[in-house]
């Protein structure tokens, strides 16, 4: 739909995914330490939809994060998201099946392997279910979502791949 969009999304999407592997390796190295053991390194993608911050497969030993929450703070995703999830493999991997997700198990290695606070839940938003913005070029109308407007506003230039115009607000969808 807008060629300029994609490569960004493109690069935001290769450089959110690298910071999350990056975070995820060092949270396997201080299990490692901490255990004395050598846990098995997962796989990581940007795949997670909807209400979930991330999610931990641990038959496939993959996690999935969700790239919407990420870009909201992705320092905060960063510190606390990717511990979470990690802990969750780091805990089937010790124990397998035999305990419940969040109990006591996963609630230590947040407290002791990354000395943070065991929280089941996160605070960022969930993805809006309407694109509230709406924009045209000289082609068609297009809808954007907040993040997407207000890098727009901010001088970020969205050109849709139809007509290679550049694309203007028209106003917010009631
Ligand atoms: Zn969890
Ligand atoms: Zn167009």
């Not at 209400?51 to 909201?72: I, S, V, W």
């Not at 230590?108 to 990354?114: D, E, L, N």
């Not at 809808?143 to 901010?154: I, Y």
Request: glycine share 6%.
């Amino acid at each position: 739909m807008m060629e300029q969009l994609e490569l960004t999304t493109q690069e935001h999407k290769a450089n959110a995914l690298s910071h999350i592997i990056d975070k995820a390796n060092d949270c396997f190295d201080k299990a490692d330490e901490f255990f004395g053991n050598k846990f098995k390194r997962s796989t990581c993608n940007l795949k997670q939809r909807g209400r979930a911050a991330g999610t931990a497969h641990l038959q496939k030993n993959e996690l999935r994060f969700n790239l919407f929450m990420y870009q909201q703070n992705p320092t905060e995703f960063i510190n606390t998201v990717v511990p979470h999830e990690v802990s969750h493999l780091i805990v089937f991997q010790i124990y397998g099946n035999s305990v419940r997700p969040h109990g006591k198990e996963w609630q230590a290695v947040m407290r002791k392997v990354y000395g943070i606070n065991p929280s089941r839940t996160h605070t960022f938003e969930t993805p809006p279910q309407k694109q509230p913005y709406a924009y045209r070029c000289s082609c068609q109308k297009h809808q954007f979502s907040k993040q997407r407007h207000n890098r727009a506003q901010k001088g970020v230039e969205y050109i849709c791949k139809g007509c290679k115009t550049n694309l203007q607000f028209i106003g917010e969808n009631s």
